[in-house]
């Protein structure tokens, strides 16, 4: 079964540097998406980037970026000059691509905290 | 943002009643899905529709029904709602396996006293 681990429970940056959330994840598919999402206090899952596996490049949304790498299965999102708004809690999550369900496994959760 | 509105947004209820949640989506997209979310597990998926009258069982199903009757509309039914079933409850849409992506409604926060 896929697992999605994301060891930081809690961060916190001060506005305008740079932070870095990791994520973990194992399965045994070659074909699958990642993606972030963010929860602000409001509750709403907003989508942050996605990463399809087959694609080498990293995904980059303005000051978002993710440093994918497929070996270590290993994908981290970068936060390029924090905002207050990027407070949020953000989660990793996975999708098998030859699934027959497209069910997003989703980790635990990094809560962010940016600081003015 | 695509076009999802759950229904209530909030509700709190006793232990035994019934509970119907509703997702309506205006983007004609195929999958429909519900996720509860609770501290320490992220989001977890309950039961998820892949068509009219077409639905499936997800990874925390015990408890819970669904129905989809039109493209739109996925019901989310506690039968007799327990104080486990206290949670946000997410409903989310797919255009297709392949786009993969899903959009998320606002949620719908639960209480089972």
């Known amino acids: 079964a896929q697992t999605v681990t994301q060891s930081q429970p809690e961060m916190s940056v001060q506005e305008a540097e740079t932070v870095t959330l990791s994520c973990t994840y194992d399965t045994s598919e070659n074909n699958y998406y990642l993606f972030w999402y963010k929860q602000p206090p409001s509750r709403q899952m907003i989508l942050v980037i996605r990463q399809e596996a087959y694609k080498q490049q990293n995904a980059t949304e303005n000051r978002f970026s993710v440093n994918f790498q497929k070996a270590a299965k290993s994908f981290s999102l970068k936060i390029s000059d924090s905002q207050l708004g990027d407070t949020a809690m953000y989660f990793c999550a996975f999708m098998d691509y030859g699934g027959a369900t497209n069910k997003l496994i989703f980790g635990t959760g990094t809560l962010l905290a940016v600081q003015p | 943002d695509a076009g999802i509105t759950q229904s209530p947004r909030h509700k709190v209820t006793e232990t035994g009643t019934p509970v119907t949640l509703r997702c309506h989506q205006t983007e004609n997209h195929r999958y429909m899905y519900w996720y509860r979310q609770d501290p320490g597990h992220g989001l977890r998926l309950i039961h998820y529709s892949y068509g009219v009258k077409d639905t499936d069982k997800g990874e925390v199903s015990d408890g819970y029904s669904v129905s989809r009757s039109k493209t739109e509309d996925f019901l989310l039914t506690l039968e007799s709602a327990t104080s486990s079933q206290t949670s946000v409850y997410f409903c989310?849409?797919?255009?297709?396996?392949?786009?993969?992506?899903?959009?998320f409604g606002p949620g719908t926060r639960l209480t089972v006293l």
């Open positions: 989310a849409i797919s255009e297709s396996e392949s786009r993969g992506t899903q959009y």
